[in-house]
């Protein structure tokens, strides 16, 4: 019977922002995609919030994938049932790295 095993890897994510980061930001808000988006074109939907007060951040699912077969536009999504526990902490690793990047 096949034994399951882990390593823990160096991987880049990315995210985006919308504002200027600055001693004038009020709020910051960090916002989540849903299944099959991606953060760029996500956080389009949050330009009305856009000004001088509010800098908004849109990390973006590691797991990558076409949307239909193997080619064509790509989708992301954060968790799959499959080694979930796993996935959580590394998602919960992520964002505090972007959180600590970004506002300390």
Not at 8 to 37: C, M, P
Not at 57 to 80: D, M, Q, S, V
């Amino acid at each position: 019977m096949p034994t399951s095993h882990s390593v823990i890897i160096n991987k880049t994510a990315r995210y985006f922002t919308l504002g200027t980061l600055s001693d004038k930001i009020e709020t910051v808000w960090f916002v989540l995609h849903g299944y099959g988006q991606l953060a760029k074109d996500f956080i389009d939907e949050f330009s009305i919030l856009e000004n001088n007060t509010t800098y908004i951040i849109a990390p973006e699912a590691i797991n990558k994938f076409y949307l239909r077969g193997f080619t064509g536009k790509i989708g992301a999504t954060w968790l799959t049932k499959e080694d979930r526990e796993n996935e959580i902490k590394d998602y919960n690793n992520f964002l505090e790295n972007v959180f600590i990047k970004e506002l300390r």
